[in-house]
C-alpha cells in the first residue's frame, strides 16, 4: 500500500483519487473547496479543506511523508506552480503535476515536477489515433518516438507463429504480450512458436513509425 496526496479535487483529481482509493492505496484528498471535499470524503482515506499554496498547512498535513503527490490544480495556474514547488520544497520526491498548456508545464518542471502531462492533449492524441486507425485497439504513449499499442492482428498474421512474422527484424517491434479471449489470458513475452489467432489482441512496443506502417495492413 502506497501513500498518495492528490490535491485538487475537479473532474480529475476526484477519479484519480477515489481510483486509488478503490485499488486499496492510502489517499489523502486536498482542496480549498468544502463542498468537493465533502463529496469525495466517503471514497478516499482523508479528505481535507486546506490551501495548498501555503505550504504550513501542507507542513501540518503531514504531506512530506506521502510516497506520491499529485497537483491536479488547472483553473489557477501560479496555484499550481506555487503548490508543486511547496512539495518539492518540503522534501516529496515524486510531484506529478497538470497542465494546462506547454508554458504551464515548462514551468512546471522548472520548480521541480518529477512529470508533468495534459489529460486533455493525452485523451484527444489517443482519441485520434483510434479514429485515424480503426483497427487499433488502444494506444499508450512510451517515450519519445516509441509507442506501446494494443491492435488487431492483421489478415496476414493470422495462422502464423510469431518466428515467421519475424516483427523484430522487419519492423524493429518487440511483441510484449498478447491477450486470448479462448481461452481467456494475458500472455507476456510469448515464445516465437506462439501462433497468432484472429481473436487474439497483440500488445506491441516500436518506433511510431514502424507501428503506423503495421497499422496500415488489414
Same mark, same amino acid.
Given at each position: 500500500?502506497?501513500?498518495?496526496?492528490?490535491? &485538487?479535487?475537479?473532474?480529475? &483529481?476526484?477519479? @484519480?483519487?477515489?481510483?486509488?482509493?478503490?485499488?486499496?492505496?492510502?489517499?489523502?484528498?486536498?482542496?480549498? +473547496?468544502?463542498?468537493?471535499?465533502?463529496?469525495?470524503?466517503?471514497?478516499?482515506?482523508?479528505?481535507?479543506?486546506?490551501?495548498?499554496?501555503?505550504? #504550513?498547512?501542507?507542513?501540518?498535513?503531514?504531506?512530506?511523508?506521502? !510516497?506520491?503527490?499529485?497537483?491536479?490544480?488547472?483553473?489557477?495556474?501560479?496555484?499550481?506552480?506555487?503548490?508543486?514547488?511547496?512539495?518539492?520544497?518540503?522534501?516529496?520526491?515524486?510531484?506529478?503535476?497538470?497542465?494546462?498548456?506547454? #508554458?504551464? &508545464? $515548462?514551468?512546471?518542471?522548472?520548480?521541480?515536477?518529477?512529470?508533468?502531462?495534459?489529460?486533455?492533449?493525452?485523451? #484527444?492524441?489517443?482519441? #485520434?489515433? $483510434? @479514429?485515424?486507425? /480503426?483497427?487499433?485497439? !488502444?494506444?499508450?504513449? *512510451? @517515450?519519445?518516438?516509441?509507442?506501446?499499442?494494443?491492435?488487431?492482428? /492483421?489478415?496476414? *498474421?493470422?495462422?502464423?507463429?510469431?518466428?515467421?512474422?519475424?516483427?523484430?527484424?522487419?519492423?524493429?517491434?518487440?511483441?510484449?504480450?498478447?491477450?486470448?479471449?479462448?481461452?481467456?489470458?494475458? +500472455?507476456?513475452? /510469448?515464445?516465437?512458436?506462439?501462433?497468432?489467432?484472429?481473436?487474439?489482441?497483440?500488445?506491441?512496443?516500436?518506433?511510431?513509425?514502424?507501428? !503506423?506502417?503495421?497499422?496500415?495492413?488489414?
Amino acid at each position: 500500500m502506497r501513500q498518495f496526496a492528490i490535491i &485538487g479535487l475537479g473532474n480529475f &483529481g476526484y477519479y @484519480l483519487a477515489s481510483f486509488l482509493y478503490e485499488k486499496g492505496h492510502e489517499v489523502m484528498a486536498i482542496d480549498k +473547496n468544502h463542498e468537493l471535499v465533502q463529496e469525495i470524503k466517503d471514497h478516499v482515506s482523508q479528505a481535507v479543506v486546506a490551501d495548498a499554496t501555503d505550504r #504550513a498547512a501542507l507542513e501540518a498535513l503531514g504531506l512530506n511523508q506521502v !510516497d506520491v503527490a499529485v497537483v491536479s490544480i488547472g483553473s489557477i495556474v501560479s496555484n499550481s506552480i506555487l503548490a508543486t514547488l511547496n512539495l518539492k520544497d518540503m522534501g516529496v520526491e515524486l510531484v506529478y503535476a497538470k497542465a494546462v498548456s506547454e #508554458a504551464h &508545464g $515548462r514551468i512546471l518542471y522548472k520548480v521541480g515536477a518529477t512529470e508533468v502531462f495534459f489529460p486533455e492533449k493525452d485523451q #484527444a492524441i489517443s482519441l #485520434a489515433e $483510434r @479514429l485515424h486507425n /480503426p483497427n487499433m485497439l !488502444d494506444y499508450l504513449p *512510451f @517515450l519519445e518516438g516509441y509507442s506501446i499499442i494494443q491492435l488487431a492482428p /492483421p489478415r496476414e *498474421f493470422i495462422g502464423k507463429q510469431l518466428k515467421d512474422l519475424d516483427l523484430i527484424n522487419r519492423y524493429g517491434i518487440q511483441v510484449v504480450g498478447i491477450k486470448e479471449i479462448i481461452p481467456d489470458r494475458l +500472455n507476456l513475452i /510469448p515464445t516465437a512458436h506462439f501462433l497468432i489467432k484472429d481473436s487474439d489482441t497483440l500488445i506491441l512496443l516500436g518506433p511510431n513509425e514502424a507501428l !503506423d506502417k503495421l497499422r496500415e495492413k488489414e
